[in-house]
């Protein structure tokens, strides 16, 4: 009984002030009083449903143009940076960013994720020159990474000083999965409900519903096959 009472006070502590999260000059100090009671790790995600703005961890960084869907998920040490002449991140209804993401945008770049997507913790997500596009439910296993863009390598001139190339931007359709620390490279397309294994790097287009495994990636099999 004492603990159902217990556990009924702690849930009321976090949904008022998850409450005022929502209000402006308040939202961190608010969600930072929330923790005090607060779960974690995977057991915060209900704490986005509790109010139309989500869960934003107070140690989450957010600079430039961000656009959030309703009910996000921004975990501890997040990065969303918008580096000079980059373009918008913009995060669809019930993403998940898990702890220790990074996602920058720089000239020419823009990062759009789809509604429901789930990307884990300490992925990288680099979008210079050209966009990166994710559609929606979407899910991204740990320490996986993304760049639109390329270094030079002309000789004769240190690659530092070259100006940042690409073969186009990224798409990953709807539904795809992504397995442990995937790389994907500029110019990809990874389709609809396509599969990419663990560790594998993709330079060339993923069908739809295809299974891709490698360095570099290539297909296996369809998911009907």
């Known amino acids: 009984m004492f603990t159902r009472i217990v556990g009924a006070l702690r849930k009321a502590w976090i949904r008022s002030w998850m409450r005022l999260s929502g209000v402006r000059y308040c939202r961190r100090l608010a969600t930072r009083i929330a923790m005090l009671c607060g779960p974690v790790y995977f057991e915060?995600?209900?704490?986005?449903?509790?109010?139309?703005?989500?869960?934003?961890?107070?140690?989450?960084?957010?600079?430039?143009?961000?656009?959030?869907?309703?009910?996000?998920?921004?975990?501890?040490?997040?990065?969303?940076?918008?580096?000079f002449g980059g373009g918008p991140t913009v995060l669809g209804d019930r993403v998940r960013l898990q702890d220790n993401i990074c996602?920058?945008?720089?000239?020419?770049?823009s990062i759009t994720i789809g509604d429901h997507t789930n990307i884990q913790r300490e992925c990288q997500i680099e979008a210079?020159?050209?966009p990166i596009q994710i559609g929606t439910g979407v899910a991204i296993a740990p320490r996986c990474a993304f760049y639109s863009f390329d270094h030079g390598i002309s000789p004769g001139i240190p690659i530092a000083t070259q100006p940042l190339q690409?073969?186009?931007?990224?798409?990953?359709?709807?539904?795809?999965?992504?397995?442990?620390?995937?790389?994907?490279?500029?110019?990809?397309?990874?389709?609809?409900?396509?599969?990419?294994?663990?560790?594998?790097?993709?330079?060339?287009?993923?069908?739809?519903?295809?299974?891709?495994?490698?360095?570099?990636a290539r297909i296996v099999k369809t998911r009907d096959s």
């Open 103 to 109: 996602m920058q945008t720089g000239h020419g770049g």
């Open 44 to 83: 915060r995600h209900y704490l986005a449903n509790l109010h139309p703005r989500g869960f934003i961890a107070p140690s989450a960084t957010i600079h430039g143009t961000v656009r959030l869907g309703a009910h996000v998920f921004i975990d501890d040490g997040v990065m969303i940076y918008q580096d």
């Open 166 to 216: 690409t073969k186009g931007g990224i798409t990953i359709g709807d539904d795809a999965w992504l397995g442990y620390g995937v790389i994907v490279l500029s110019g990809v397309r990874i389709g609809r409900g396509a599969v990419v294994g663990a560790g594998s790097v993709v330079t060339r287009d993923v069908p739809d519903g295809a299974v891709a495994v490698g360095v570099p």
């Open 128 to 130: 210079y020159v050209a």
